[in-house]
């Protein structure tokens, strides 16, 4: 009784938790910090309720315990509180003996460092969640809600321009998922033919059409109890449309040609470039799936927009290649780095790591010069700076888009690899610049 009076005034939360994950005993602050009163935790299994990414087999704080026999001492993470917010916390453990010397458990103490980590922020002013870092105002607004996006099993929309990492933010969302350690299996909608989205998609039985010789899993049926991205969604077929809206609403569908139902648990993510809604409009997707599929709704900003990362982006880059490549760059003079500020980027973050990767080829030493980064963009980049007042950023990007096609030999896809974007969409940009081969060699 005096023992849990004492603990009952302590700030920290502690919990005590049996062999089997079963909460034996949990103390006033614990309670609070999880949100949840005591009757409704003792006696529960512990990962129902902490939700967090020590829960998973790999990683659980019990089972590492235990297998050890050691205490852990100032373990960071985080728990997801009753509200589904993510609270970053420090742990201690312990292990629970009997009176005969046998252990029962362990104890873990929690302490909440959330304004730790808050002034830690503001005092950097960047937020980061799983691999994403950023100073941008609406990207720390995105990140700091996919915590609870990443508990729920609501559908998600992601929609931004191409390369602005909405994969990434799909793949963030699994990573904090308690299905982290289940598939994450990515789909491309817009880069499988027509007749074969379908199978791809939902699979197929033997004999369902000429060359599938035997029976083949579709794509759900790997994702099941995980999570499946479906990008580019916008370029879905009105039948597969249909059949997609049947599995978010049942849970469960057919493979092409078969007649048996399967039925599925997994996390829908999907993604477009393009204006879903307005795709709506015109006819070209069904309002219904809009909807089923936009329970939650993000909208990642271009990377023009969000300038403040590029600085951030770039050290990433310089990181990772140094490691991929065997280098040693470590800097990048202030008239290159010039020229990266100044640039538009269309292709946004996936057109930036190309632009990297180019001056790693090119540099021999250690610091990334002008001259490193390619030409074209060196060229956008002064033509954007000494542009008057009012122009157009269209006007420019469509010069330098024109450049990069005329040095490919107007190959597309190679065009489309270097500015970092894929080629449906460098396809959308010369529709809307009215850009073609024939017309510009006539003039």
Known sequence: MVERIILNCISDGVLTIGLEGNILYINKAMQELLGYPEGELIGKRCERFIRSNICVSEDCILRRSLAKKEKISNYETYIVNAEGRRIPVNINTDLLYDEAGNIIGIVEVFRDISQIK????????????????????????????????????????????????????????????????????????????????????????????????????????LANHGTIFLDEIADMSPSTQAKLLRVIQEERFERVGGSKTIAIDVHIIAATNKNLLKEVKEGSFREDLYYRISVFPITLPPLRERKEDIPLLITHFIEKFNKEMGKSINNISPQAMKVLMNYFYPGNIRELRNIIEHAFVCSRGNTVLPEHLPKELVHAAEQLEIAPEGSSLNRVEKKWILSVLEKSGWRYQEAARQLGISRTTLWRKLKAYGLTEEKEHVH
Do not use: W
């Open 118 to 221: 808050e002034l830690k922020e503001r005092l950097t002013d960047v937020y980061q969640f799983d691999n994403i870092v950023t100073k941008d105002r609406r990207m720390k607004e995105i990140l700091s809600i996919l915590p609870s996006v990443a508990q729920s099993k609501s559908t998600v929309l992601i929609q931004g321009e191409s390369g602005t990492g909405k994969e990434l933010i799909a793949r963030a969302i699994h990573n904090n998922s308690l299905r982290k350690d289940k598939p994450f299996i990515a789909v491309n909608c817009a880069a499988i033919p027509e007749p074969l989205i379908e199978s791809e998609i939902f699979g197929h039985v033997k004999g369902a059409f000429t060359g599938a010789h035997q029976d083949r899993m579709g794509r759900f049926e």
